[in-house]
């Protein structure tokens, strides 16, 4: 069955500085991936997702994912990140029956001042 | 402007006293689900819907009943709750199924505590 791992549960990183979390997947096929970010206190937001194409996808918020079929992987990257990107990060893959996104366990993001 | 509503925001409760958790979508979509969202283990669903009187057991349905009368409404029942159903609740929707490329919308979530 598809699912999909994040290997870090915690990350702190400076205001400015880059972020990239992790995604692996488990899947035969080309999956589906998507990324949601829930602030504080919200629901969750879609960031970006992958269909097919492109492995290079860009989100909102100036995220941006590369899917890598070699590396199992869908990792999420910012380039500068600002006291607002603290929060926490799903990554899910979707599965046809029952309509369902199946999460990974999410990163829950620090950002130092 | 488009969304998905849950009532309560918060609720406390005792064991076996009876509550429902309303959802409401104003996108006219056909796909609604609930997930209950614990530390590390992400969100799971708990039931989703198709459409109106249609609707199935998701990873984990155990304890929780669902209703979807109306095309807007899917409310979430817990006929006896207990301390295990202490968790953060979100309901979503989507337009079709995944083979249509359809992103599901969240609500804000209902913090359940049970004690």
């Known amino acids: 069955a598809q699912s999909v791992t994040q290997p870090d549960i915690h990350i702190t990183v400076s205001e400015g500085a880059s972020l990239e979390l992790r995604c692996n997947y488990s899947y035969g096929a080309t999956p589906y991936l998507f990324w949601y970010v829930q602030s504080p206190g919200q629901g969750l937001q879609l960031l970006l997702k992958?269909?097919?194409?492109?492995?290079l996808v860009q989100g909102i918020k100036g995220f941006e994912a590369e899917f890598k079929r070699s590396q199992s992987s869908f990792n999420l990257r910012k380039p500068s990140v600002h006291w607002s990107d603290a929060a926490e990060y799903f990554c899910a893959v979707p599965k046809a029956a029952g309509n369902k996104l199946t999460f990974g366990g999410g990163t829950r993001v620090l950002v130092k001042p | 402007e488009a969304q998905v509503t849950q009532n309560p925001r918060y609720l406390i409760t005792v064991t076996g006293k009876k509550l429902t958790v309303t959802c409401s979508q104003n996108?006219?979509?056909?796909?609604m689900s609930w997930y209950r969202q614990d530390p590390g283990l992400g969100l799971r669903q708990i039931y989703y819907s198709m459409n109106v009187e249609v609707t199935d057991k998701g990873d984990v349905p155990e304890g929780y009943k669902v209703s979807r009368k109306e095309k807007r409404n899917f409310p979430l029942i817990l006929e006896s709750p207990s301390p295990n159903q202490t968790s953060l609740y979100f309901c979503?929707?989507?337009?079709?199924?995944?083979?249509?490329?359809?992103?599901?919308?969240f609500g804000p979530g209902t913090r359940l505590t049970v004690l």
């Open positions: 992958y269909f097919s194409g492109d492995t």
């Open positions: 979503a929707s989507s337009l079709g199924s995944w083979g249509s490329y359809n992103e599901q919308f």
């Open positions: 996108m006219n979509h056909e796909y």
